[in-house]
């Protein structure tokens, strides 16, 4: 493949007879509108759609990305522009590549990365892309000691990434402008965030009504991760900050719609108060970046848990996915293709592959697009449906405002229907994570009738403790198959790990194989039994 660096381009349009060629130019000299005037319309998608985030250095990787991804089905593509303070990148740079996008009959949108990951993040293998935010910008100091730059802001970070959006609409008119995923106030999704320098502290003390001696039992809560009023007065205090922040920035330009990107598990520990995002473009929080992470059955449930728990909020036509490969070819093709699957349950109807700065390799693609095509097919027969089940998805607000990501999600891979809940609901049975536990034996947290179960055990006998494992939980599963006969409840006889989502309106089931075996499996439906093949890391979509 022809390598091109970012010089070697910058000589390229330098040295061509094209009217780009000008350099430089006054930053509003030139409109490259995104869109004709008129036709700018807001994303609320009413089929299965594929969207690629675009940073300009693939460009200089692989000749011809714009033609393979069109030909793969690719149909939108999100580009990276203001990174933290910087516009890293010459306008000639943006106008030539937006030029190129819309020829080849792409919809063009644009990203930015607000707050910064911390340095480096984003694997720049050119020395001249800023790591860091402008020097005038302020480090975060965690409760836990630490410092770093980026998943936080102190003032002028909103009102220059305010005004960053005007000036990409002075130059290119209305556009969907998606923030990156360190948007938020905590470094991993595991732990809660905030900053406690002064500025913060003073700030948090006189609008939370929070004394000043009350300080180090706060910050004993922090570390102890005790689920108490004062840690929920300091999340709910940054979960403001954010969502003023982001409201700042969709107040910038009427005409600008700004999306946010939520981390994998993200939510109110990290700042982030999902139910403020539930009108906006709202990227679903995805993780399993490299095989190492994502090949085992258990991380592939957490990541559809995310999901789940996201769809809550995200409308499905403003969700978009986090189909991600970081850094790098380090996540396979057929990993990274049965993460359409994820979508395709939970309604998710835009797909957006991203991998950083560097491009998905050109041989990835006809296996991601045989699988796209499936999944489009699919997801076309489940649009508007929400699966149903007897299994309960609810991730409380105890495991939401404490720090831990690991949420009790492997119940998603016993080939039984579950569906989502804002509540403990009245029937079947719920999975609980350790802090919505330890919230029910506390009384605080209250089942309107459906089962509990748990990881941890009970004193008060309220829920049941079911260790985290395949055996455990199909010997669990064995109990319950007779009254599932009885109910009607499909469910796949054999025991491997395997989702099953059920669409009772449709009268169809979806079936994700989480393995990387073929299987021949049955799906039992009251008395009927139907035969169905799966390939590995395989979906299929059966009707009862
Ligand atoms: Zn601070």
């Known amino acids: 493949m022809h390598i091109q660096s970012r010089r070697s381009f910058m000589k390229m349009i330098a040295a061509s007879s094209c009217s780009l060629c000008v350099l430089p130019r006054p930053l509003h000299a030139r409109q490259n509108l995104l869109f004709a005037p008129g036709e700018y319309q807001r994303i609320d998608a009413s089929e299965r759609t594929y969207h690629i985030s675009c940073a300009f250095d693939m460009f200089d990787q692989y000749e011809g990305l714009p033609e393979i991804w069109k030909e793969s089905g690719i149909t939108d593509v999100w580009l990276g522009t203001w990174y933290y303070g910087h516009f890293p990148y010459p306008w000639e740079k943006l106008d030539y590549w937006l030029d190129v996008l819309k020829k080849t009959g792409f919809r063009p949108h644009l990203i930015s990365v607000p707050f910064c990951h911390g340095g480096g993040a984003l694997d720049p293998r050119d020395s001249e892309f800023p790591n860091l935010p402008p020097p005038h910008w302020k480090i975060a100091k965690r409760w836990d000691g630490s410092e770093n730059w980026g998943f936080s802001w102190h003032s002028p970070t909103d009102t220059e990434g305010a005004e960053a959006i005007k000036t990409l609409y002075q130059r290119y008119g209305a556009f969907d402008y998606f923030l990156d995923d360190d948007f938020r106030f905590s470094s991993t999704p595991s732990l809660i965030g905030g900053c406690v320098c002064d500025e913060c502290k003073t700030d948090f003390i006189s609008k939370s009504g929070v004394t000043d001696f009350r300080w180090n039992e706060l910050?004993?809560?922090?570390?102890?991760?005790?689920d108490t009023p004062l840690l929920r007065a300091w999340v709910d205090y940054f979960c403001d900050r954010l969502t003023q922040c982001f409201?700042?920035?969709?107040?910038?330009?009427?005409?600008?719609?700004?999306?946010?990107?939520?981390?994998?598990?993200?939510?109110?520990r990290g700042g982030i108060r999902l139910s403020d995002y539930s009108d906006n473009l709202f990227r679903v929080g995805e993780g399993g970046f490299n095989d190492n992470w994502f090949d085992p059955p258990k991380f592939k449930t957490i990541e559809l848990y995310s999901v789940l728990l996201h769809r809550r909020y995200a409308k499905p036509g403003r969700a978009f996915s986090e189909t991600t490969i970081y850094p790098e070819k380090t996540l396979s093709a057929e990993n990274l293709a049965t993460k359409l699957s994820i979508s395709t349950i939970a309604d998710v109807r835009n797909t957006c592959f991203m991998s950083g700065l560097r491009a998905i390799p050109p041989t990835y693609w006809p296996t991601l697009t045989k699988r796209?095509?499936?999944?489009?097919?699919?997801?076309?027969?489940?649009?508007?449906?929400n699966p149903r089940g007897p299994f309960k998805h609810y991730y409380g607000m105890a495991s939401r405002y404490l720090g831990g990501e690991n949420a009790y999600s492997l119940f998603l891979a016993l080939g039984v229907p579950f569906e989502v809940c804002g509540e403990i609901p009245a029937d079947g049975w719920t999975f609980l994570t350790e802090p919505d536990a330890r919230a029910v034996e506390r009384g605080e947290l209250i089942s309107n009738g459906s089962k509990l179960i748990a990881r941890i055990e009970s004193t008060s006998g309220r829920f049941t403790k079911i260790p985290e494992d395949l055996e455990s939980l199909f010997a669990f599963r064995r109990t319950l198959l007779d009254?599932?006969?009885?109910?009607?409840?499909?469910?796949?006889?054999?025991?491997?790990?395997?989702?099953?989502?059920?669409?009772?309106?449709?009268?169809?089931?979806?079936?994700?194989?989480?393995?990387?075996?073929?299987?021949?499996?049955?799906?039992?439906?009251?008395?009927?039994?139907?035969g169905v093949e799966l390939e590995e890391r395989g979906s299929a979509l059966l009707e009862l």
């Open 219 to 226: 910050l004993d809560d922090l570390h102890s991760n005790s």
């Open 247 to 268: 409201r700042a920035y969709s107040a910038a330009v009427p005409q600008v719609d700004v999306g946010i990107m939520v981390m994998y598990m993200g939510c109110e």
């Open 483 to 530: 009254d599932f006969r009885k109910m009607g409840v499909p469910y796949v006889e054999e025991e491997t790990p395997v989702v099953l989502a059920w669409y009772p309106d449709a009268n169809v089931v979806y079936l994700w194989n989480l393995e990387k075996t073929a299987r021949t499996l049955t799906v039992c439906v009251g008395e009927k039994r139907i």
């Open 372 to 385: 796209m095509k499936q999944e489009k097919e699919f997801h076309t027969r489940l649009l508007g449906q």
